[in-house]
């Protein structure tokens, strides 16, 4: 496994080294790009990550800057309890606005749920995307979460999404009976950052067979996300490791 791993005692704690290492990359993103496009992931890890940032807004981060994208979504209204959108409004954007009188909000471009259509509102967000990433076709931060069956983004096992080369997608989880919308593989890959954010102990089994088990992304789609010319980031807590790294990690 070619990647940079950071453990910490708890899920508190990998929230707090993911945000300094996210505040960091942000800025370096800008001093050597002008700017930082950055996608989203929903879950819990990330949500206290989010609420870490907006106390953060006040630093001396040009936020006119930075530019939010959404890594998946539900296909759910923007005011719905599970909407990844909602997530980052109420945990960030909304104390941001109220910390720095909305001067210190960055760019951000929620998939268009309201379409209702699946399928166009994908397309239409797709070409949002390559609207704002332009010529260069990259991500300089993708954040990430890992389910309990090894999903990432909305890439379940078995789904359609993890065979398409299109940036994002509608993709329809039978699980669920319904489509989840999400970037790919393809478009993630090609990031300059990729940094993957799991705490719990409900995830260990998850990680292990991520890290140690068959290659078979179709089955562990986690497997998928490996960047091409790009960093990977596991921010973990403890009780995410798999019994072998933690005995590695003892000695």
């Not at 923007?78 to 960055?106: C, K, Y």
């Not at 997608?169 to 593989?185: C, D, G, I, Q, W």
């Not at 067979?209 to 068959?214: C, E, S």
Request: proline share 7%; net charge negative.
């Amino acid at each position: 496994m070619n990647s940079n791993v950071v453990v910490k005692p708890s899920a508190e704690e990998v929230a707090s080294a993911a945000c300094f290492w996210l505040i960091d990359s942000i800025r370096q993103s800008i001093e050597q790009r002008g700017r930082c496009v950055l996608a989203l992931s929903g879950g819990s890890t990330p949500k206290r990550l989010y609420e870490l940032i907006a106390c953060s807004c006040l630093t001396s981060l040009d936020w006119s800057k930075v530019h939010l994208l959404w890594g998946d979504e539900r296909n759910v209204p923007s005011d719905h309890l599970e909407s990844n959108f909602r997530m980052v409004r109420i945990g960030w954007l909304d104390p941001a606005t109220s910390i720095g009188s909305g001067e210190q909000v960055p760019n951000f471009y929620p998939v268009p749920i309201h379409v209702h259509d699946p399928q166009k509102a994908a397309y239409q967000y797709g070409q949002t995307i390559r609207s704002v990433l332009g010529d260069t076709c990259r991500i300089d931060i993708v954040l990430l979460g890992l389910g309990d069956d090894a999903h990432t983004a909305s890439l379940f096992p078995e789904t359609q999404a993890l065979d398409s080369t299109d940036g994002f997608v509608a993709n329809y989880v039978p699980k669920f009976e319904s489509f989840r919308l999400t970037m790919t593989a393809s478009l993630i890959n090609r990031a300059r950052n990729v940094a993957f954010l799991v705490c719990g102990e409900s995830k260990a089994p998850a990680l292990e067979v991520v890290w140690h088990g068959p290659k078979d992304p179709v089955l562990y789609p986690a497997q998928a996300i490996n960047p091409v010319e790009g960093q990977l980031w596991w921010f973990l807590d403890s009780a995410a490791l798999p019994p072998c790294d933690r005995v590695a990690l003892d000695h």
